[in-house]
């Protein structure tokens, strides 16, 4: 089991900045895939961002690569999501998740957080 809580989210104008954190409890870092979701009012809950299994390779959806970093701190249970030149369509409710296959469907993610919002204003 593994908890997680995200924080960092707020309202921001296009082209700022935020960066989230996901703090987890429980299992470490090592026994799960992280990864980041977002999820837009009246729309399907989407891959964001995650690591390969050992933490090398990292993959981001087309719309935030270039914009967004994930991250990881293992000594601090704590992975991160940069966000750059944030735009309104980056608008959503971003959840991090623990699961134990490296996918972009939701469904197959095993834990999630309670979820930040982020509000990006045009």
């Known amino acids: 089991q593994v908890q997680l809580v995200e924080s960092g989210g707020g309202l921001v104008q296009t082209g700022d900045s935020l960066r989230l954190s996901c703090a987890a409890s429980?299992?470490?870092?090592?026994?799960?895939?992280m990864g980041w979701f977002r999820q837009a009012p009246g729309k399907a809950r989407e891959f964001v961002a995650t690591f390969s299994w050992s933490g090398g390779d990292t993959y981001y959806a087309e719309s935030v690569k270039g914009r967004f970093t994930i991250s990881r701190d293992n000594s601090k249970n704590t992975m991160y999501l940069q966000m750059n030149s944030l735009k309104p369509e980056d608008t959503a409710v971003y959840y991090c998740?623990?699961?134990?296959?490296?996918?972009?469907?939701?469904?197959?993610?095993?834990?999630w957080g309670q979820g930040t919002q982020v509000t990006v204003s045009s």
């Open positions: 429980g299992r470490t870092f090592s026994s799960y895939v």
């Open positions: 998740a623990a699961g134990v296959i490296l996918t972009a469907n939701p469904n197959e993610w095993l834990y």
